[in-house]
């Protein structure tokens, strides 16, 4: 290991020591998680890649089912919400506008996504 470089004694004065660079892995903030409930679940807006890629999905988008209340079998914790009555809701306000079209008391047709398929269940 001792013959790698520069080896003559005259080349060896002359050469100088290169500064290495420091490098930083930047921190991540810790996000605020905003979680809000509807029918006894716990939800919140799919928003990072380890997200996406713990539930499978192909891309940042739907509603993440954080918790779930005891009584409830429809949905299960980590199943994602992709649309209700057919419409795409990818944030909470996608959500709220799909539950106010519906009158007090109708069901939901929800499609959400569980072990890399689509599944459908009405609530």
């Not at 290495?20 to 998680?33: A, H, N, R």
């Not at 007090?104 to 459908?120: L, V």
Request: glycine share 6%; net charge neutral; proline share 6%.
């Amino acid at each position: 290991m001792e013959h790698f470089g520069v080896q003559c004694p005259h080349l060896k004065a002359l050469a100088a020591t290169p500064e290495l660079p420091v490098f930083k892995i930047p921190e991540e903030k810790p996000e605020t998680v905003q979680t809000y409930s509807w029918k006894g679940l716990t939800l919140k807006e799919v928003s990072t890649e380890g997200e996406r890629s713990a539930t499978g999905l192909d891309k940042i988008r739907g509603i993440l089912v954080v918790q779930v209340e005891k009584g409830i079998t429809a949905l299960q914790a980590n199943d994602v919400i992709l649309r209700i009555n057919g419409k795409p809701v990818d944030n909470r306000t996608d959500m709220e506008t799909e539950i106010r079209k519906s009158p007090e008391g109708n069901k939901f047709r929800i499609i959400f996504f569980r072990n890399q398929k689509e599944n459908a269940v009405t609530m």
